[in-house]
């Protein structure tokens, strides 16, 4: 929607606008591909070329950049963002702002399209659990990672329940 706003205040409500707005999905879409490309090369690189491939080949991610009314480029791109910080916080380096990143992310994509608006909950849980098992860090670090992803939760989707009661 902040996109759509900025894009009509740009060029006026038109065919220009609706053209960016086009030209920004295609560069969504790539950035997938970049970083699925990434998140697979946290793994091997060998992995990473791999899943390269394959977010390129998908015709429906072609399809979906082209339709610039439709913001599954945009879910895609912020849920990529998400997944590698989160497979960054879980293989490598267990830190604050891989899992504030991670989350903010996240909470962009719920607020993009209602497929991921909850699913916060079960990432919650794994979170949960992932932490309580996890030797390498001490109980107050543990309590302040997630509590990073609960008040950034909280925010999102608060907010958005908030805008909804409001309107």
């Known amino acids: 929607t902040v996109a759509y706003f900025v894009s009509y205040k740009l060029f006026g409500i038109g065919r220009a606008a609706d053209e960016a707005m086009r030209v920004l999905q295609m560069i969504l879409n790539a950035g997938v591909v970049y970083l699925v ?5 946290i793994f ?3 992995g990473g070329n791999i899943a390269a491939i394959f977010a390129a080949l998908d015709l429906t991610a072609f399809f979906f950049a082209q339709n610039f009314q439709i913001p599954d480029t945009t879910l895609g791109f912020f849920m990529a963002l998400w997944l590698l910080y989160l497979v960054k916080f879980l293989k490598q380096d267990l830190s604050y702002k891989s899992m504030l990143l991670s989350t903010l992310f996240l909470g962009l994509a719920m607020w993009t399209k209602m497929a991921v608006y909850r699913l916060w909950v079960p990432l919650g ?10 030797a390498r860090l001490n109980l107050y670090k543990k309590i302040r990672i997630f509590g990073i992803f609960a008040a950034i939760i909280f925010v999102f989707f608060g907010g958005w329940k908030i805008r909804n009661h409001v309107t």
């Open 37 to 41: 490309w990434r998140i697979g090369k």
């Open 44 to 46: 091997s690189t060998r």
């Open 125 to 134: 849980l794994f979170l949960l659990l992932f932490l309580w098992r996890e």
